[in-house]
């Protein structure tokens, strides 16, 4: 018996050859009746072929038959192998499919994904500009929206109860922003005619959404205001970048700013030079989307500031932030924030930077009423009095590579083009 498996193991083609040969001519063959029961049998089944066993014939014509469960002799090595090979082939040829399915997938939502978030956002203004003042999304604030008629064609404007403009922002969540606010002029500074304490106007140069993940999860929505008795001095100082002898900006030389703007080493040099040289007062409101704390905020101020120290070594201008007292000023910086806890959806947050470039911080909610100020009931967190620190935080918003919000980077260079476009002097300024 032994030498029998040994042969059968040396030599299995012929031996299991022989072996069914033997079996087939012991069987005998099958009656009449057994043969027509088999052939209305497969006439039943034919007829009652469904949709879900011709598409299987149809994907196994692509993917081949059937794995094999098992040889029908185990000591039969090379049907073994050929059985393995040949589900191996199968299994592979499922992936393969598998993959290019997923593929098409993938592809089918990178470019639906897109287009459905643009109509969602269009509903969604069309939905705030036909609901009834009162009605809307910013009755949830607490404040009754009145849309004012304008000429034909051109766009409406959106009041406040006390008259004070509003602009939109873009989301449902915080839907407008004020077009000017009031902050209360600092005793070190107080302009001609003009008493310490006492409020100073700010405008809207452009506003936007921080996004994050590939989502573009709202965080929060972001205005760049700018003092406006400043605002011919940030216009001079942009016209005569592009044209020293010029009193405003044609079309060719606007365009060529509008390119320096939104370029990413050029934005960042022409906005670090501007904030340096002008010594214009700004504020950066910040109003969240959704309930957040202060310690996410200050981890992206904080990670902008680094990768912006980074990028100035690598173009080996590192030196001016390699001493110890902006180290220093880098530890202020994050325990101002320290401890803070939750910053709840509709809170404010100002960073105002003065003519000096000293950074102050304030946060509260936005119940105070526009006349009383943007101060009334917020919080004083304390200050920075190192420029590098705020011009820095800056330029993550204005300017440079990979900057925190690219609609709100667009739109304020939408601002600034709206500046040049004015003789140097004027004041006023259009957001779009």
């Known amino acids: 018996m032994f030498s029998q498996v040994s042969c059968l193991a040396r030599a299995p083609a012929p031996a299991s050859l022989r072996a069914s040969r033997l079996i087939q001519a012991r069987i005998s063959p099958p009656s009449a009746q057994q043969c027509s029961q088999r052939k209305r049998f497969k006439l039943s089944s034919r007829r009652a072929d469904s949709f879900a066993s011709r598409w299987r014939r149809q994907f196994s014509r692509v993917t081949g038959p059937p794995p094999i469960a098992r040889a029908r002799n185990p000591l039969n090595y090379i049907e073994g192998e050929a059985i393995r090979q040949h589900n191996n082939r199968y299994r592979m040829r499922r992936m ?26 269009e509903s969604q203004r069309v939905h705030r500009l036909d609901t009834q003042p009162g009605t809307d999304a910013a009755s949830m604030e607490g404040k009754d929206v009145v849309v004012v008629s304008t000429k034909p064609g051109q766009p409406e404007i959106k009041l406040d109860a006390e008259g004070n403009e509003l602009v939109e922002t873009g989301t449902s969540t915080i839907p407008h922003f004020p077009r000017t606010i009031s902050l209360p002029t600092t005793t070190s500074e107080v302009l001609p005619g003009a008493a310490p304490g ?147 959806k509709g809170s404010e947050v100002l960073l105002m930077r003065d ?78």
């Open 96 to 121: 393969l499919i598998a993959a290019v399915g997923l593929s098409f997938s993938l592809g089918c939502l990178s470019l639906l994904v897109p287009k459905l978030k643009s109509r969602m956002m």
């Open 355 to 432: 003519s000096r470039g000293r950074l102050s911080v304030a946060y509260g909610q936005s119940e105070n009423k526009p006349s009383e100020g943007e101060m009334k009931g917020k919080e004083q967190m304390g200050g920075i009095e190192d420029e590098r620190i705020s011009r820095l935080v800056w330029l993550g918003y204005l300017g440079g590579k990979n900057v925190s919000s690219e609609s709100a980077q667009k739109n304020i260079v939408n601002g600034v083009m709206e500046l040049v476009e004015r003789p140097v002097g004027t004041v006023g300024v259009a957001v779009t």
């Open 198 to 344: 006492e409020n100073e106007g700010y405008s809207l140069l452009g506003l936007g959404i921080r996004t994050v993940s590939f989502l573009s999860i709202q965080v929060y929505v972001l205005g760049f205001y700018v003092r406006t008795t400043d605002l011919a001095r940030l216009q001079a100082a942009f016209v005569k970048h592009i044209n020293p002898i010029g009193s405003s900006l044609i079309t060719g030389e606007k365009a060529e700013l509008r390119k320096q703007l939104l370029e990413g080493e050029t934005s960042g040099d022409l906005w670090d030079k501007i904030l340096r040289e002008t010594g214009v007062k700004s504020v950066v409101r910040i109003t969240p989307t959704r309930n957040t704390d202060f310690s996410h905020l200050r981890d992206g101020w904080v990670r902008g500031i680094t990768s912006r120290t980074q990028e100035a070594a690598r173009r080996n201008e590192g030196a001016q932030f390699d001493d110890e007292a902006f180290g220093e000023s880098m530890k202020k910086f994050k325990a101002l924030f320290g401890g803070r806890g939750k910053a709840p």
